[in-house]
């Protein structure tokens, strides 16, 4: 993720797409002691930090909103949030989502939050590629 520029404190990175497909199958080989970690991503995942560097074009100057009403929102990132897994009728993938941090009102929440995301302007909620619900999402 830091190579990503998407690790709290990491250089940004330029022209990224927040998908990270699985690997192309590689050779077997057999004599290896331990499997490729290659093996073990089957699914895609979608990134989704907004308050990242990534989505700063997006942003615009505009300020993300905190998920309890504070009047001078301050929302950063406060670690590595929760991976979703997002089953539709062509496949399955999973969306990674930060957890967020207001510095005024010092409360967290995660940023694929229904809560959090009708706050979002429109252009933020169209670039998930999924219709989140409390627990689960569809696509």
């Known amino acids: 993720m830091q190579d990503?520029?998407?690790w709290p404190g990491s250089?940004?990175?330029r022209a990224i797409s927040?998908?990270?497909h699985p690997p192309?199958?590689?050779l077997i080989d057999t004599v290896a002691e331990l499997p490729s970690p290659n093996f073990f991503q089957l699914?895609?995942?979608?990134?989704w930090k907004p308050e990242n560097e990534i989505m700063s074009r997006l942003k615009n100057k505009h300020n993300l909103p905190c998920l309890h009403g504070c009047p001078h929102p301050q929302v950063?990132?406060?670690g590595v949030g929760r991976l979703r897994v997002i089953v539709g009728t062509s496949g399955q993938y999973y969306i990674l989502s930060s957890r967020l941090c207001c510095k005024s009102c010092r409360r967290n929440w995660f940023a694929d939050?229904?809560?959090?995301?009708?706050k979002?302007?429109?252009r933020f909620i169209n670039l998930l590629p999924a219709f989140l619900t409390y627990k689960k999402a569809i696509y």
Not at 43 to 47: L, N, T
Not at 113 to 118: I, T, V
Request: positive net charge; aromatic residues 14%.
């Open 24 to 26: 192309q199958p590689e």
């Open 43 to 47: 699914h895609p995942f979608f990134i």
């Open 120 to 122: 979002l302007p429109r």
């Open 76 to 78: 950063v990132s406060a």
């Open 4 to 6: 990503l520029g998407l």
């Open 113 to 118: 939050s229904p809560r959090w995301l009708e």
């Open 18 to 20: 927040l998908w990270r």
């Open 11 to 13: 250089r940004p990175v």
